[in-house]
């Protein structure tokens, strides 16, 4: 029988609370990432949590159904507040067949082209990605308010049957 140590080291974390008051606890890696919260080594870098609020990230689920074969639709993620810099954390697409998807980020109307990614639909070998920025800031945006979104355009390459997409948006804001 063998047995093995783990070794886990306590940090001690300054969060701001829902009331405004500066919070500073003990913590270890596992607690935060059971919270969903980012450790030093995580999104944040190695500085940690500064830059990472304690409640992210915002999961934004949406779906295109019967999306015809060749067509194309825009899937956007709820809207980045006013002041806030929205940060991609990852970006999960899924889709009944064969697909393209263009990762984008849209503000003023303008949308900056992220990344392109293809899936082979579920019977194929990848019917899943998650996707994730190369690091924290490269998909990131500051909110206006209006129309501030992380978005996905995805086009159906299946030539005859109609597509069901699914891509779920996760983000972090953070103050500007």
């Known amino acids: 029988m063998s047995m093995d140590t783990i070794t886990q080291i306590v940090l001690t974390e300054t969060f701001t609370n829902g009331a405004g008051a500066t919070v ?6 596992t607690s935060l990432i059971a919270q969903g919260i980012a450790g030093p080594v995580g999104p944040a870098g190695p ?7 304690p409640i992210f990230p915002i999961v934004d689920a949406k779906t295109a159904s019967n999306l015809a074969a060749g067509a194309s639709v825009h899937l956007d993620s709820v ?4 002041f806030k810099i929205g940060k991609v954390q990852q970006i999960t697409l899924s889709s009944s067949v064969a697909c393209k998807w ?17 899936t082979s639909g579920f019977t194929g070998s990848s019917p899943t990605h998650e996707w994730e920025p190369p ?7 500051v909110g206006n308010g209006v129309d501030s979104v992380f978005r996905v355009t995805v086009t159906s390459l ?6 069901n997409a699914y891509t779920t948006f996760m983000f972090d804001e953070v103050d500007a």
């Open 79 to 82: 809207i980045v507040a006013l």
């Open 158 to 163: 299946d030539g005859r049957n109609a597509a």
């Open 102 to 118: 263009e990762v984008k980020k849209r503000t003023g109307g303008v949308d900056t082209a992220l990344d392109t990614i293809f």
């Open 24 to 29: 500073s606890a003990p913590v270890t890696a």
């Open 135 to 141: 690091h924290r800031d490269y998909a990131s945006l």
């Open 47 to 53: 500085a940690g949590g500064e830059d990472v609020s």
